[in-house]
DNA sequence: ATCTTGACTTGCC
DNA sequence: CGGCAAGCCAAGA
């Protein structure tokens, strides 16, 4: 799990659902982000949004932080503080997913979502 | 052991 | 994608 999420590369962004199915533990999306919370600055926690797009720390008070920060990584948000998923969410590549031994499935639906 | 809480998602209007 | 209910599951009380 923390492998997957270190693995993102900056620009990029997953969903939490999809670090969860990415782990072999597809409901587990919540969990992701008490991990993210939990090691903090250790893993580039701001590369993990929610399924819209938008950012789910404003919650716990890192909302700010966490734009900035993407913002810094070349990410730009709409006015209503989204991001195009379509256009920064990562597509794992085939080295990356046999690398770290992602269930292939998963990460074909993930690059065929962006339809 | 039971109940509540959430950095979440999905399905159904 | 707006709103809402229901799933989900680990952690804390």
Redesign the pocket.
Known sequence: MLEIIRSIPPGSVL????VAALAD?P????????I??FY?ESVP??R??????GL??Y??G?GER?RVLLEEEGLSFRA?G?ID?KRYQWRPSLKIIKKLGLPEEIAFQINLKLT
């Open positions: 969903t939490y659902g999809q533990t409901r587990a999306a919540r969990q992701v982000g008490r993210l919370y903090g926690w701001q993990v949004i929610n399924h819209y797009g789910s720390t919650k716990v890192s966490q209503d989204t998923l």
